[in-house]
């Protein structure tokens, strides 16, 4: 065999190596929502797949894809690296995604024709997790699993969730045993209450959802606040970092309302001045009576207002009361737990800052480019 065919069957099988480990999924909706279209080799054309101009995010698994605006990887075109991509309209590319292919490992690439960085994403060895609390706000007693659990009844927490975290990939969750009943479907992320998709100590099964499979918008829950998976990976490295500042970060006030009935005063006519002088006598008698000490003072001077209001009403006419209802609002601060803890940390004279749902210690653990891990 010559050494130019060993060269073509080279770039062949490199090719080919290239094309079978990417892996990349296009979904209809920003956020990775709505219909879903895979692929892990090079597509000249969207049409043939019904999902031309469609795509709204993506997530890249494996290697380097570029994708285009027109067929035959023409137009405006971008190269993606590995990671979640919630919006495409960053890059210009919301909707207008025609064409995509695999860029070889050994492809130099311009700086200028990469996409912004994406969200990381998940390694091969983060094990997708789904982790209940007990409480809001992932506080109580918790319960953690990596695989489908069909009766919550087995381990003790049936109808006890209030809380998730979800991480890596989607998982449904189910209120009766065996996947029946109501379900949602939960993107990667943190629900500090479970009460908003009806869902508060009910659930009682749940399952991990296919990379592959297509969920109709209305099965998913609201978009969740994202969350930073922060497992060691395989065997790396990790290191202490010292916290610089933490900072609590609560919840904007509520607005809590109510209804008063409210007296309104009835018109008068002139005050009869002798009988307010002797109702404020009678009145504060009565009170003087009911109080001891201070609290005697007191009950002796509300008396006297008291009985001086009553005795000008004497003679007046009508003093019929009348009464509407009044709605009041005040702002309640939150009092509750915080929504998480803002913490700066420094590792090797360079400052970083993360979101944790627990306040930190003195130090926190981190691998060797800084990145949090628990």
Not at 20 to 43: C, L, N, P
Not at 74 to 91: D, F, K, Q, T
Not at 177 to 191: D, E, I, K
């Amino acid at each position: 065999m010559n050494s130019r065919l060993r060269n073509i069957l080279a770039m062949v099988c490199l090719a080919i190596s290239t094309a079978a480990a990417a892996d990349v999924t296009f979904y209809e909706r920003e956020g990775f929502a709505g219909e879903s279209f895979s692929t892990d080799r090079q597509i000249g054309n969207f049409e043939r797949f019904g999902f031309n101009d469609r795509a709204s995010s993506v997530i890249v698994r494996s290697g380097r894809w570029e994708v285009c605006e027109d067929r035959r990887f023409r137009g405006h075109c971008v190269v993606l690296r590995p990671g979640e991509y919630p919006s495409l309209a960053a890059m210009g590319l919301n909707e207008r995604v025609t064409s995509v292919k695999p860029i070889q490992r050994s492809a130099r690439i311009a700086a200028n024709r990469f996409a912004p960085d994406p969200i990381a994403a998940p390694k091969d060895n983060a094990v997708p997790q789904i982790t209940f609390f007990e409480q809001e706000g992932f506080a109580g007693r918790s319960f953690k699993t990596q695989e489908r659990v069909i009766n919550f009844a087995r381990q003790g927490f049936n109808d006890r969730a209030s809380s998730a975290i979800v991480l890596n990939h989607r998982w449904e969750v189910c209120e009766n045993a065996g996947f029946t009943g109501r379900c949602v479907v939960l993107r990667p992320g943190r629900y500090p209450s479970l009460a908003a998709m009806g869902l508060n100590d009910r659930i009682s099964s749940v399952k991990e959802v296919l990379l592959d499979a297509r969920i109709e918008d209305e099965r998913y829950a609201p978009p969740p606040p994202p969350i930073y998976d922060s497992r060691r990976r395989n065997n790396e490295r990790l290191y202490e970092a010292d916290v610089t500042a933490v900072r609590a970060v609560v919840g904007t006030p509520d607005q809590r309302c109510w209804v008063e009935r409210e007296q309104i005063a009835p018109e008068r006519t002139a005050a009869n001045i002798p009988a307010a002088i002797a109702g404020a006598v009678i009145g504060g008698v009565l009170g003087h009576q009911v109080g001891g000490g201070h609290g005697k003072d007191l009950a002796t001077a509300a008396g006297a207002v008291a009985g001086g209001l009553l005795g000008a009403n004497i003679g007046r006419g009508d003093t019929s009361a009348q009464t509407r209802d009044v709605q009041r609002c005040t702002n309640a601060s939150s009092a509750g737990r915080p929504d998480y803890w803002d913490v700066s940390y420094v590792f090797r004279d360079q400052e970083h800052r993360v979101q944790m749902a627990n306040p930190p210690g003195q130090t926190i653990t981190v691998n060797e480019r800084g990145e949090p891990r628990s």
